[in-house]
């Protein structure tokens, strides 16, 4: 069991370290966020208090909800298309009948440590409209990163690109995890493939698939490199993420109070989902 | 091939599919690889596989027109440094957590575990103001110090140490061991596998990190990697064509490393990611 | 754990209000065999470059005391040094400043403390270069900045295409326009269009004689003169665009391959655009087109308003309030950008037009033959032009303005704003956002 000790003072010591970081660079920097959200602040004089001006000035602010239909398009894509197709990938990863799987396993992982800059300047290229393969491919110059509606479609594929394999790593352990003895049972039952999947594989993998989805869905809401480094948030917004808004309403045009609105907001609806996530797990006994 | 034949319809779709799908996942990295080796009249060129000749030119004109050398210093320099205050500092905490009873243990921990729902963009202003403040502004270390206790590793070592035999810690106590000496000899060897898996981790982050770099270096020679590769095609001289060439050869430098680290020890990487998935 | 709390968050915000104290204005004389080192910092290698070479030359004819260059180059020089500011970091003497951020500063007239008001150094010299560039960096009728460039704008064309399709050169808009729609018979188009904030839009409404912003800062672009003059010239860009007449460009792409790639098919005949498009985009996009290009003078309006040319962007070089050798500093920006020498040998060196007349008018540059024009005297017609380049006025609300062209100017090429829905919603944005 746990260890009690003479020295009263040795955890405290040892926890210290952490909650310094912490309460310096992430709880002290949330608590000044939230207070900044009421000011109006250049950064250079000193803050002036504005109340509700920055939240009332974000609900009418027609760009702010044109980056919030693009996040949200980006959280879609990712939890209606990353989500199962990386189911799949991981079901083929784990099948016997995989030929070359540590090969093929590198390659669908790798996009997960390639950096984000890197990945994007090279996609920039190849949506490229004059000298880009994706146009030599099909034969048309499409000027994907200049069209509004087309735009997306780059930072789309990036984001489908980069998180497949994080994605079916998760499944994959899911995978793993699933007693083999159940599938033994189903066999025994008579269950086809088909049917095994679905009587034991997904339902087994119910708690991973939360899991799976809170991730990408938490962190698709914070996505900034890859529509920052392709389109830099254009044309005309269309491809803007919420954080790039913050970014650019902060650190282009310092509008410190505005850019710290933008957060609280960004917050509010990352913690009601965390907390919804949380309810629903409780619930259902995940 | 013998093997192959045996492969049902099923099977054969699926390799089918998988296999394709691998070579659309690989090609971003080929196409990346063979323009670095591009002239700049090769890549404005309707684009082609291979480049015509292996040359460096991109990269000697890497290291020549930018301060490349010194991106790739500083960013080794913060991501190792994070690395290490990291694994020193989760490590203590964790170990802590799960061998001490002490007052508010539970609620502090409670409150370590929540704080993983902040998002971090939520930051950014306040970090930059409080790093202005400390006039840490282009120093390394304010690219290091929001990232040297990730919550997440507390709860990852937290996992470890709680596999650590009480039995070897109270035998080490009787023998007259101090507390930070039974963690250095004792707790920390065991809980190996979780510092490899959170360092590489770490490692991995921080040197693709862009957002907070971003707006925490203004100057070229405090450049991080990823800062100093997108200020080479967007920023400096508005006015000149973008030079693609020794961007990707840039590109293919900084993803070289990570993907090395990863190749090599794929395990360890899973395994921290893992971790809180499976468990919780 | 709240004790803690609260004593933490008292502390940052404390901390945070703590505002930058003022520079101490002190000041120091080199000794005689001393080396003084200037700081400087601006966005582009090319400064150094030539402050460098500068300073040298200053060097060798000083018994006294020798200058030392350090300098940093960084994306946004005025960032770094609000930032390095509150900081109470180390600033730079001299400092380059892109003209789109100059804004920055005149916000609660920042500038003021930051920047040297160098009025009265220019003295009765103002009157000896291109009025236009002095505007760039005028604060509350003080000016703080000395322009690098001329950046006057011109008709770069490929003249085989005109006389191909037996087309005149147009020297009017109106002319332009036609000579546009018979190019467009053939599929080949006259120019281009961009939604840069400072781009094609931007360089007409400028050259007709409009205004974003008056000299005082206010934002003027939805009044009486101003709103007419980029009405007609947003109907003009409609015009031509509706029978496909330019070449659409949105984003970064401006810099990239679209438009060198489109001019060497033979897509594209030409394109307008200030003197430094010519050295750091045309000649490196299309060098193998040396010999194949022309320039004429920028279109003007048959009904004789405005300028006969433009301008697009920038450089001034300032002194910081905080710099212990400003007069130094002085005497080499004095040197390198004021004198007749020094304005020529910032063409050579750099290849940025004169900015004083004088310099403009010299044979180096009037008479120098361009192999890449054929051996056209292109710094003639830059010359000729130089006297009418209008000036753009400067406010803290500029930024906003950029901003809102460089998303709202796409919707105009698809034709979802009208010239005048275009400009509403330009003046309805910065107006809403500069309050912020």
Not at chain 1, 60 to 66: E, I, K, Q, R
Not at chain 3, 133 to 142: F, I, M, N, P, V
Not at chain 3, 333 to 353: C, E, H, N, P, V
Request: with cysteine.
């Amino acid at each position: 069991m746990m260890r009690t000790t003479m020295y009263k003072k040795t955890p405290y010591f040892f926890i210290l370290p952490a909650y310094v970081v912490f309460l310096v660079f992430m709880f002290g920097p949330m608590i000044f966020s939230l207070i900044v959200s009421f000011f109006n602040w250049t950064g250079i004089k000193s803050p002036e208090f504005n109340g509700l001006d920055n939240l009332k000035g974000i609900a009418t602010d027609s760009v702010f909800w044109l980056s919030v239909r693009n996040t949200l398009l980006y959280s879609a894509v990712s939890l209606f298309v990353v989500v199962p197709l990386s189911l799949l990938l991981a079901l083929a990863l784990d099948s016997p009948h995989l030929r070359g799987r540590l090969v093929v396993r590198a390659i669908y992982f790798a996009p997960i440590v390639t950096s984000t800059v890197a990945i994007s300047q090279t996609f920039m290229m190849l949506f490229n409209t004059n000298f880009g393969l994706i146009n030599r491919m099909l034969g048309v110059p499409i000027d994907w990163l200049g069209s509004r509606t087309l735009a997306l479609v780059p930072v789309i594929v990036v984001i489908i690109w980069r998180w497949l394999g994080l994605t079916s790593i998760y499944f994959l352990a899911g995978l793993q995890g699933i007693d083999r003895e159940l599938y033994d049972a189903a066999k025994v039952d008579g269950a086809t493939t088909m049917q095994r999947f679905f009587s034991v594989t997904l339902p087994q993998l119910r708690p991973i698939t939360f899991f799976v989805s809170m991730i990408i869905l938490i962190g698709s809401m914070q996505i900034f490199d890859e529509p920052q480094i392709l389109t830099g948030g254009g044309p005309s917004n269309a491809t803007r993420s919420v954080v790039q808004y913050l970014y650019l309403r902060g650190f282009t045009q310092f509008r410190f109070g505005y850019a710290s609105a933008i957060g609280l907001v960004l917050f509010i609806a990352i913690a009601s989902f965390s907390a919804v996530q949380m309810r629903l797990r409780k619930e259902s006994d995940l | 091939m013998r093997k192959l034949s045996r492969l049902s319809a099923g099977a054969w779709v699926m390799n089918i599919v998988v296999w394709v799908g691998g070579a659309f996942m690989l090609l971003p990295f080929i196409w990346m690889v063979s323009s670095s080796f591009k002239t700049t009249e090769e890549i404005f060129q309707p684009a082609t596989f291979l480049p015509k000749s292996l040359d460096g030119g991109n990269y000697a004109r890497l290291f020549s027109s930018w301060p490349f050398s010194r991106w790739i210093i500083n960013s080794l320099i913060v991501a190792l440094f994070t690395t290490l205050l990291a694994l020193m500092i989760t490590s203590l905490a964790g170990y802590a957590f799960a061998k001490f009873r002490f007052k508010g243990r539970g609620k502090l921990f409670a409150v370590l575990l929540s704080s993983t729902m902040i998002p971090f963009p939520i930051l950014v202003v306040p970090l930059f103001v409080i790093t202005s403040r400390l006039g840490m502004t282009n120093s390394l270390i304010s690219l290091m110090l929001p990232f040297i206790a990730p919550p997440i590793g507390i709860f990852l070592m937290n996992q470890y140490a709680s596999y650590v035999p009480n039995a070897l810690l109270d035998s080490a106590k009787i023998d007259g061991a101090g507390d930070l000496r039974i963690f250095f000899q004792i707790a920390l060897p065991i809980m190996v596998p979780a510092l490899a898996s959170l360092g590489i981790i770490t490692f991995i982050n921080s040197w693709n990190n862009f957002l907070w770099p971003l707006i925490a270096i203004r100057q070229e020679l405090s450049m991080t990697l990823p800062i100093g590769m997108a200020n080479m095609l967007t920023g400096v001289s508005a006015g000149s064509a973008p030079p693609y060439g020794p961007a990707m050869a840039a590109s293919t430098l900084v993803c070289i490393p990570t993907v090395a680290i990863f190749l090599a020890v794929q395990k360890y990487y899973i395994q921290g990611l893992t971790a809180g998935a499976v468990k919780q | 754990m709240k004790k803690c709390l609260s004593v933490l968050l008292v502390l940052v915000v404390g901390a945070s209000l703590l505002m930058a104290g003022g520079a101490k204005e002190e000041s120091i004389t080199p000794k005689k065999g001393e080396t003084v080192t200037i700081k400087m910092w601006t966005h582009d290698d090319l400064y150094r470059q030539f402050f460098q070479k500068r300073i040298d030359m200053m060097n060798e004819n000083n018994p006294d005391y020798q200058i030392a260059l350090d300098a940093q180059i960084m994306p946004n020089t005025i960032t770094s040094l609000i930032t390095a500011s509150v900081a109470g970091e180390e600033m730079p003497d001299l400092i380059g400043v892109e003209q789109g951020w100059f804004p920055t500063l005149m916000e609660d007239s920042n500038v003021e403390s930051f920047l040297v008001d160098l009025t009265d150094k220019i003295g009765d010299r103002y009157d000896d270069y291109v009025q236009g560039r002095w505007a760039l960096y005028t604060h509350e009728g003080k000016i703080y900045g000395l322009e690098s460039a001329l950046t006057a704008s011109v008709y770069y064309y490929q003249p085989a295409i005109f006389e191909k399709y037996g087309v005149a050169i147009p020297t009017t808009w109106e002319e332009y326009i036609a000579a546009g729609k018979e190019l467009a018979e053939h599929g080949v188009k006259i120019g281009v269009m961009d939604n840069d904030a400072s781009g094609i839009f931007s360089l007409m409404f400028l050259q007709r004689g409009g205004q974003f912003f008056d000299q005082d800062g206010n934002l003027v672009l939805g009044e009486g003169k101003n709103r007419e003059a980029a009405i007609k010239v947003l109907d003009m860009l409609r015009e031509a665009l509706d029978a496909k007449a330019l070449q659409v460009v949105l984003g970064n792409e401006f810099w990239g391959s679209t438009i060198p790639t489109a001019f060497s098919t033979g897509k594209v005949a030409g394109m307008v655009a200030p003197d430094w498009y010519n050295t750091s985009v045309l000649q490196p996009g299309v060098e193998s087109m040396a010999g194949d290009w022309s320039v004429a003078p920028m279109p003007v309006w048959e009904d004789g308003s405005g300028f006969r040319t433009s301008v697009w962007g920038g450089t001034g070089f300032a002194i910081t309030k905080s710099s212990k050798i400003k007069d130094i500093v002085w005497d080499v920006l004095d040197d390198a950008y004021m004198s007749l020498d020094g304005q020529l040998d910032r063409y050579k060196t750099i290849g940025f037009y004169p900015t004083m007349y004088e310099a403009l008018d010299s044979p180096a540059i009037t008479e120098e033959e361009h192999p890449f024009f054929g051996g056209q005297k292109i710094g003639a017609v830059f010359a000729d032009v130089a006297l009418e380049t209008p000036p753009l006025w400067q406010s803290p609300a500029r930024p906003f303005l950029l901003q809102a062209m460089v998303d709202n100017l796409p919707l105009f090429i698809e034709g979802k704003l009208s010239s005048s829905e275009l400009v509403d919603t330009l003046v309805e944005i910065t107006e809403r956002d500069a309050q912020l």
